[in-house]
């Protein structure tokens, strides 16, 4: 199994938002594919933002890993989220999020991160295990949002 992590660029755009759609799908987010084409087109083309890579195994894209750039001084300067990591059905359960989140981490240290952070749902078992193996822990906190465009 030769898994690479191919940094994506504006060509990629509609592998990412197919991969995207099936993602939303798994937890019936809603989907709007403009929207997903202009934020995709931020981030590609604004490093300051953070970094998409497309998954790929033998050259075939088989999944997507989005990495986002913020500051905290809580976390005492650059800190950073896995925005959205997405493997296709038939590719789980081989090691490959496991070895994303390390690419990941690895990036992280060259971008000089104190701190990565990421959402999993409470229904979802099989991600809360596979996060806390490689590391992460969960705060007593809540995350809260609130849309300031619409």
């Known amino acids: 199994m030769q898994i690479r992590f ?4 504006v060509a990629d755009r509609d592998v990412l938002v197919g991969f995207m759609r099936q993602f939303y799908a798994i937890d019936d987010y809603p989907f709007d594919e403009p929207s997903a084409y202009s934020a995709l087109d931020g981030i590609l083309s604004d490093a300051s933002l953070g970094r998409v890579w497309i998954i790929t ?5 088989i999944g997507y890993i989005v990495l986002t750039l913020g500051y905290s001084l809580e976390y005492r300067g650059r800190d950073a989220s896995i925005d959205e ?14 070895r994303a989140i390390k690419f990941v981490e690895e990036a992280c240290q060259e971008l000089g991160v104190n701190a990565l952070h990421l959402e999993v749902e409470r229904e979802n078992a099989a991600g809360q295990g596979l996060y806390r193996k490689n590391g992460f822990e969960c705060h007593d906190r809540y995350l809260m949002t609130k849309w300031t465009s619409r």
């Open 6 to 9: 191919q940094p994506a660029s």
């Open 85 to 98: 990591v997405y493997v296709e059905a038939g590719h789980r359960g081989k090691g490959i999020g496991s």
């Open 57 to 61: 195994e033998q050259e075939a894209p």
